[in-house]
């Protein structure tokens, strides 16, 4: 089943934070994140898996709170590369062998100005 | 590291007519994916292989679309006979290991617009 994101889009002055969020109705083991700039392919972020982790990198961070199934995207001090769309992926446990089933939300298309 | 390739870029046809896609994984890679995504829509998984096998075609069109992995690198995407919804970028991913928690790595897609 999709993932919700929110919000849809989002416009930022460069320096300004955001926060997007993904929140499934199912039990997840792991929750992806992806940046697509238009034209271009997704480029991966960052996964995180069941636990409550939170990762970083750089001025980007997410925590998963897998009790609420959500997930939550950081930016902050946002830059204009920052500038695309922004895909959150959950997936079930499948087993060892069986693979990973990756369903993407709608997206959320995130705007930084000068 | 050589990226996810695919081709062609762009492609135009009419209604009704054929046409097939290419893709050339990362090296070594074991899992294929390909996904449909409709403008302003995230990525839908059409079909995924292991090596040579399919693992999920759940969502894949089966009365019109193919899809093949021969010798566990190279895949091919068919349409036959194409719609007007299915135009849409048709992307192509691989990751390492066939199991939950592995990254994708995504080619840069062949755009397809059905006239």
């Known amino acids: 089943q999709q993932p919700v994101q929110s919000p849809q889009a989002v416009i930022l002055r460069e320096g300004e934070d955001a926060v997007i969020n993904c929140s499934s109705s199912?039990?997840?083991?792991?929750v992806h994140w992806y940046r697509q700039k238009h034209g271009e392919a997704p480029v991966f972020l960052m996964i995180?898996?069941?636990?409550?982790e939170q990762k970083g990198h750089e001025k980007i961070s997410a925590s998963f709170n897998e009790k609420k199934q959500q997930s939550s995207l950081y930016l902050t001090a946002s830059q204009l590369s920052y500038s695309g769309t922004y895909f959150c992926?959950?997936?079930?446990?499948?087993?060892?062998?069986?693979?990973?089933?990756?369903?993407f939300g709608e997206g959320t298309q995130l705007t930084v100005n000068p | 590291e050589a990226g996810v390739a695919q081709s062609p870029r762009y492609k135009i046809i009419e209604k009704r007519q054929s046409v097939a896609f290419w893709c050339n994984p990362i090296?070594?890679?074991?899992?294929l994916y390909w996904y449909q995504q409709i403008l302003g829509q995230g990525p839908k998984l059409l079909i995924q292989?292991?090596?040579?096998?399919?693992?999920?075609d759940s969502q894949l069109p089966k009365d019109r679309f193919s899809a093949e992995r021969l010798k566990g690198v190279d895949s091919t995407l068919k349409i036959q006979p194409a719609k007007l919804e299915d135009s849409a970028v048709y992307l192509c991913?691989?990751?390492?290991?066939?199991?939950?928690?592995?990254?994708?790595?995504f080619g840069s897609g062949t755009q397809l617009s059905v006239l």
């Open positions: 991913a691989s990751s390492s290991r066939h199991q939950s928690g592995e990254k994708l790595f």
């Open positions: 199912k039990a997840l083991y792991s």
């Open positions: 995180l898996l069941k636990g409550g």
């Open positions: 992926g959950t997936e079930g446990y499948m087993g060892e062998t069986s693979g990973s089933r990756l369903t």
């Open positions: 090296s070594g890679h074991a899992t």
């Open positions: 292989f292991q090596n040579n096998g399919v693992v999920d």
